[in-house]
Nanobody, 116 residues
Framework: QVHVVESGGGLVQPGGSLRLSCVAS????????MNWYRRAPGKERELVAS????????NYADSVEGRFTISRDDAKNTVYLQMDSLNSEDTAVYYC?????????WGQGTQVTVSS
């Protein structure tokens, strides 16, 4: 059985940083691309960052380019999202997505709130 669990969310002041983690178990982690999505109140779900099975291949939404960094540690079955220079527009529930052709798994989400 596959489990995907995010952690690291919380309340942070504008300009601050957070690091989200996502652990996926019950699968061969290295075979999967990893994505971080977010859903802000009243908005559609947004793909924030992706990293392929080749760790050199990353992609970011324009809204987070230069502020967020996605990385993975296949030995720990973990993907990270380092978020710097946070602002109120980054407030959302962040979801980890584990994907390859024919398989797609989601975590329960972790809340990130940016507020003074």
């Amino acid at each position: 059985q596959v489990h995907v669990v995010e952690s690291g969310g919380g309340l942070v002041q504008p300009g601050g940083s957070l690091r989200l983690s996502c652990v996926a178990s019950g699968l061969t982690f290295s075979e999967y691309a990893m994505n971080w999505y977010r859903r802000a109140p009243g908005k559609e779900r947004e793909l924030v960052a992706s990293i392929g099975t080749d760790v050199g291949r990353t992609n970011y939404a324009d809204s987070v380019e230069g502020r967020f960094t996605i990385s993975r540690d296949d030995a720990k079955n973990t993907v990270y999202l380092q978020m710097d220079s946070l602002n109120s527009e980054d407030t959302a529930v962040y979801y980890c997505n584990v994907w390859k052709w024919g398989s797609d798994y989601w975590g329960q989400g972790t809340q990130v709130t940016v507020s003074s």
